[in-house]
């Protein structure tokens, strides 16, 4: 048996990194291991830097050069961002922002493929993946808004479209930007039922986000981050607590748990 067998696999691992978005310096000697088969969650107020480190996961910005900064993918350096595509899938608010609106349905899904925004002619798809497509349009319950414009879904069917898009390589982790927001609560209940899912069929969910309540039971580990810093990495039985998340939030809360999810309500 391989020694490295019950080694934990990095998914992305960063050493000592200094990152400026503009003119602004957003992280600085920033250090974090995350890990195939941990879901995790990084959780901050506005402006902490979350979906800065999204970017950085998905290698849309890079760190600045310094002999002590690492950054490492499922264990190597110098990825490309189409083959990187293929083993991590990122559903982002951004994406969403930016998609075209003419593109079709089916067509959000096929752009997977080439990680483009919609399908070019130049694009090639095989019967394979047109299947594939259609297969995870009815596994997310889009099937029969195949033919409509981006445009003209409903912020909760844009998101579904943009998870399939994120599918079609059927990558080992996804990360989910606020997966949630903007979603009515039938919208937001079936989108995480969706994500438990994925993560019962084996893949690992790392969440970005400011809200505690599109954590989903499974999330194990949980990575506090204010103001480009982390500033606590632990369990969710130590973390997703009044005063843990009164001190991150810095406003009086009261946190609230029920069957293995959480809420925030103001103190009292
Ligand atoms: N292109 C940019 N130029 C300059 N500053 C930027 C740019 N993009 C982000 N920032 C700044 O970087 C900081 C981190 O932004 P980021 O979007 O990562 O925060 P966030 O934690 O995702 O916040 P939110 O919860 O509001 O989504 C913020 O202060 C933001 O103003
Ligand atoms: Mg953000």
Redesign the pocket.
């Known amino acids: 048996m391989p020694s490295s067998f019950s080694q934990p696999r990095p998914i992305f691992d960063i050493q000592h990194a200094t990152l400026y978005r503009g003119e602004r310096q957003v992280f600085f000697d920033l250090s974090l291991s995350l890990t195939v088969g941990v879901h995790s969650v990084i959780l901050g107020p506005n402006g902490a830097g979350?979906?800065t480190l999204l970017k950085l996961f998905s290698m849309e910005i890079h760190p600045v050069p310094h002999d002590h900064t690492r950054l490492r993918l499922f264990g190597e350096e110098g990825w490309n961002v189409w083959e990187l595509r293929r083993h991590l899938g990122v559903v982002s608010?951004d994406l969403q922002r930016h998609y075209l609106d003419n593109a079709q349905g089916t067509n959000v899904i096929l752009s997977g493929y080439y990680s483009s925004v919609d399908t070019y002619e130049h694009q090639a798809f095989d019967d394979g993946q047109r299947m594939r497509a259609v297969q995870i349009m009815e596994d997310l319950g889009i099937g029969h808004l195949q033919d409509r414009r981006f445009g003209d879904m409903s912020t909760g069917e844009q998101r579904r479209f943009l998870l399939g898009r994120a599918l079609v390589h059927d990558p080992e982790v996804l990360v989910f930007?606020?997966p949630t927001s903007g979603l009515d609560l039938q919208a937001c209940f079936h989108y995480l039922a969706v994500l438990r899912r994925l993560m019962a069929q084996g893949k690992t969910i790392i969440l970005?986000t400011h809200h505690v309540h599109e954590i989903p039971p499974d999330i194990s580990r949980v990575i506090l981050l204010k103001q480009g810093r982390i500033v606590a990495d632990g369990s969710k039985e130590q973390l997703l607590t009044s005063s843990s998340l009164t001190a991150l939030f810095e406003i009086p809360l009261q946190v609230i748990q029920a069957n293995g999810w959480y809420q925030v309500l103001p103190d009292r």
Do not use: C, F, T
């Open positions: 979350k979906s608010h930007d606020e970005v």
